[in-house]
């Protein structure tokens, strides 16, 4: 038979157990009442297959969202959005976001499957929440979509029709539409790459052919989606320019330093017996007149080098008196541009020949071109004979 004291150690052990149970029965209904499903709201979009944790079980998952991938990409495309899970007996909420902005809710239904056309360019995603009947919650973002506008090519020019002298400037531009457009031009001679361009936001591209040929550009136009679509210029054919008689002399007097006090220039070349006049200054001649001439036979030769016109008179006479040439213009000692020869009364024309080698050593010209230098070419005047 126990004492008063065991009983009372007894008692007082046997209601200490018990308050330790009732703690611990406490404890687990607090952990085990969260039975409400709390409800996801305000979610922005971050990576595509993003599984969001169900709020309260690890059970419930949703496996996939699918969509036909064949049918995307282009403005209008209605594209169905279905949500794959084991589960069963699940409702379904839809929200749509459009570059990241939530643009459309479809509230819980049974219906697995969104529809939404997409009617305006933009990057899309789905996240799609589900719910069983214990009021659990899981939820799973799409991969992305970019509905783009697609690359149109309306034209694709040249500036220069036909037929083009080489050395001609031709620039290559196209028209087109998309989004946030890049070019990249090629310029083809005669089916051969001959010019590989950078890949630019400029939809046009300046080239100078430099060697005859058929040319046409070819351009490619890319998009921000890395998609791009190609088209080619017309022909243009380029040929070997050719040089005109007035650009060659003009180039050989531009060449070279002459100078002269006033704004004319003359050459004389004795190869070609002829005279040619220059208006403009130094290294920017342009040719305004060319003429026949006679200069000095050969044991009486014009003089070469480079000189100035100094002094005029109506007449030439020769030394022996018998022979006569009208307007005398003086461009170096006793040599003279002057006329074709007259008789000593200067009347009658005893002499007209002209392109030859045969005179004393002066340059002879028709009367009219004696006349016009007599009259136009100003002392000062350069002359270069050669």
């Known amino acids: 038979m126990l004492s008063k004291r065991n009983k009372l150690f007894y008692y007082v052990l046997i209601f200490i157990l018990v308050l330790l149970q009732l703690q611990v029965l406490s404890v687990t209904e607090v952990h085990g009442e969260d039975k409400n499903p709390s409800t996801i709201e305000g979610i922005k979009p971050k990576n595509a297959n993003e599984d969001i944790e169900a709020t309260n079980t690890a059970s419930l998952k949703i496996d996939s969202i699918t969509f036909d991938k064949r049918t995307i990409e282009m403005i209008g495309t209605v594209v169905r959005f279905t949500a794959i899970s084991k589960h069963e007996n699940l409702d379904y909420k839809w929200m749509l976001f459009k570059d990241f902005d939530e643009i459309y809710k479809k509230d819980y239904s049974k219906e697995n499957f969104f529809d939404f056309s997409m009617n305006e360019f933009g990057t899309y995603q789905v996240l799609v929440t589900v719910k069983d009947s214990n009021g659990y919650t899981a939820s799973k973002l799409s991969e992305k979509i970019d509905i783009v506008q697609p690359i149109t090519i309306h034209s694709v020019s040249v500036d220069k029709n036909g037929e083009q002298p080489v050395g001609t400037p031709l620039t290559f531009s ?34 100078t052919p430099n060697e005859p040929g058929v040319y046409k550009g070819r351009v490619y136009v890319r998009d921000k989606f890395d998609k791009y679509v190609s088209e080619y210029s017309e022909e243009i054919i380029i040929y070997e320019k050719t040089v005109s008689e007035t650009e060659r002399l003009e180039k050989i007097i531009n060449e070279t330093d002459f100078v002269s006090k006033t704004k004319h220039f003359m050459w004389v070349d004795t190869d070609k017996n002829f005279v040619y006049v220059f208006e403009g200054e130094n290294k920017n001649w342009n040719l305004i007149k060319s003429m026949a001439c006679t200069d000095g036979k050969a044991s009486t030769p014009t003089v070469k080098g480079n000189f100035q016109i100094d002094g005029r008179a109506p007449w030439l006479t020769s030394y022996s008196g018998d022979v006569k040439a009208k307007y005398k213009v003086r461009f170096f000692g006793n040599y003279y541009f002057h006329s074709i020869l007259f008789d000593a009364k200067g009347k009658k024309i005893i002499d007209s020949r002209l392109g030859e080698s045969l005179s004393h050593g002066c340059v002879r010209l028709r009367v009219d071109d004696a006349k016009w230098v007599y009259d136009h070419i100003k002392d000062g005047t350069g002359v270069y004979v050669a």
């Open 174 to 207: 196209v028209s087109a539409e998309g989004a946030n457009l890049v070019y990249h031009w090629y310029i083809f001679k005669d089916s051969t790459v001959a010019y590989d361009g950078l890949l630019s936001e400029n939809n046009s591209i300046n080239y």
